[in-house]
Nanobody, 114 residues
Framework: VQLQASGGGLVQPGGSLRLSCAASGSIFSINLMGWYRQAPGKQRELVAAIPSGGITNYLDSVKGRFTISRDNAKNTVYLQMNSLKPEDTAVYYC?????????WGQGTQVTVSS
């Protein structure tokens, strides 16, 4: 399984970005899709996750601002990020769990700055 993430960039505080991550390869059933982020000097943290059938999960600091969604037909997960803050600056990584194995995307930089 290969993951290709896109959509990062530079945005002013209060702005929006939409991240996408498409999975390709020999895909049978993706159980869980999610987004993590890692800021300089900090540990990687879970931002949002969406199982194949169930309740989405969000980091407390992004609740009400970020929305995760998935298109199962396209094996793609999205992260809509609104009302961005400087503290959201990080490298964002997509992650999928397929057949009980975890796969990571290459990371996309999100910078929130005026």
């Amino acid at each position: 399984v290969q993951l290709q993430a896109s959509g990062g960039g530079l945005v002013q505080p209060g702005g929006s970005l939409r991240l996408s991550c498409a999975a390709s390869g020999s895909i049978f059933s993706i159980n869980l899709m999610g987004w993590y982020r890692q800021a300089p000097g900090k540990q990687r943290e879970l931002v949002a996750a969406i199982p194949s059938g169930g309740i989405t999960n969000y980091l407390d600091s992004v609740k009400g601002r970020f929305t995760i969604s998935r298109d199962n037909a396209k094996n793609t997960v999205y992260l809509q990020m609104n009302s961005l803050k400087p503290e959201d600056t990080a490298v964002y990584y997509c992650n999928v769990v397929h057949m009980l194995r975890s796969y990571w995307g290459q990371g996309t930089q999100v910078t929130v700055s005026s």
